[in-house]
């Protein structure tokens, strides 16, 4: 048996545990239109099941207190039946408090999921096993992991999944929808704040959905701007050293069959990698990128992210971080 006291602590520490305020996947710190629609929901629940609970909690104290057993009095009370006024009250009661739910969240429903503005920005997503891919067809240009959106203006995703259910979630920009095979889902905010917000895949999609994280990188309209030139822009040629055998050594190998470089390679099993060095992290979120990270992860994938589709290649150490740098410089 546990000491009592260690037992609370215990509890109170299971307890605290789910609070924390500076998180970057929390809802109540909304960026977006949409999450300001659903803590706006969320805020009136809360309120509203507050005061109910509220009104049982002394409800029931003032029940006890007054009407608990007292000797010399029957152990059985006056029992109440069929009290027209009573069943009134308890049936009509949860039904106003479901309608004062009801009305708002639908009327946000409705506000959340029109048909998104004609100047909106297009983004297709698509989730894999474990990474995210997002297409600007109207910018022709393919990223992965990282969405870059500017601020103010309307995103209108277009989510589709070619292998399995995932999640599209960053909880600060609010919305969570299904990415779903054989069926396009949609999903439209406008981003508020500039700034760096984390998602991750809400779906249990496989061995690795914790490890399928994401970012999205809200920035100004000049940043966005000087973003999708540079991701248009040819990357300059390698100089000679690790970063040039790099190249060799990618064009040479299994790399190509799944990943596209564009003027090297044409894969399309794994993430674009055209401008792989202006991302902040790779494999998903779970590594920043540095020759080192970059060159463990060539190594060896699964030891990474478990069960990832990317095999082992076999390379030596030198190879790995020849192939890490000349990634990196692709920006
Ligand atoms: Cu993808 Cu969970």
């Known amino acids: 048996m546990i000491d009592p006291v260690l037992r609370g602590a215990l ?23 949409y999450a300001h629609e659903i803590l706006h929901i969320y805020g009136i629940i809360t309120w509203v099941t507050l005061g109910i609970a509220l009104i049982v909690g002394f409800g029931l104290a003032w029940v006890l207190t007054r009407f608990h057993a007292r000797p010399g009095a029957p152990t059985m009370p006056v029992q109440t039946r069929g009290h027209t006024l009573l069943e009134m009250a308890w049936t009509i009661g949860p039904a106003l408090v479901l309608l004062g739910i009801a009305i708002p969240t639908i009327q946000v429903i409705f506000r959340t999921q029109a048909a998104p503005p004609r100047d909106a920005l297009e983004v297709t997503v698509r989730g894999y096993q474990w990474w995210w891919e997002f297409q600007y067809p109207s910018l022709q240009v393919v990223t992965a992991n990282e969405l870059h959106v500017p601020v103010g203006r309307p995103v209108a995703l277009t989510l589709e999944g070619p292998d399995v259910i995932h999640s599209f979630w960053v909880p600060q920009l609010g919305g969570k929808r299904d ?87 044409a894969g399309t099993l794994g993430p674009d990698l055209t401008t792989f060095g202006s991302r902040h992290t790779l494999a998903a979120g779970i590594l920043p990128t540095t020759v080192d990270s970059v060159a463990a992860w060539i190594k060896n994938p699964a030891a990474i992210k478990p069960d990832a589709k990317m095999p082992a290649l076999g390379l030596t150490d030198e190879q790995a971080r020849a192939v890490a740098t000349y990634l990196i410089g692709l920006k």
Do not use: Y
């Not at 305020?21 to 710190?29: A, I, L, R, Y």
């Not at 990415?179 to 999609?205: D, M």
């Open 11 to 33: 509890a109170l520490t299971l307890a605290l545990g789910g609070c924390a305020w500076d998180t970057p996947m929390s809802t109540v710190k909304p960026h977006s239109d």
């Open 179 to 265: 990415v779903v095979p054989g069926r396009l889902n949609r999903l439209t905010f406008t981003a508020e704040t500039p700034g760096e917000f984390r998602g991750q895949c809400a779906e249990f999609c496989g061995v690795s959905h914790a490890n399928m994280g994401m970012r999205v990188i809200v920035e100004t309209d000049e940043g966005f701007r000087r973003w999708v030139a540079a991701q248009k822009a040819e990357s300059p040629e390698p100089a000679a050293g690790p970063a040039a055998d790099g190249k060799a050594i990618f064009a040479s190998s299994a790399c190509v069959g799944c990943h596209t470089i564009r003027g090297v390679s």
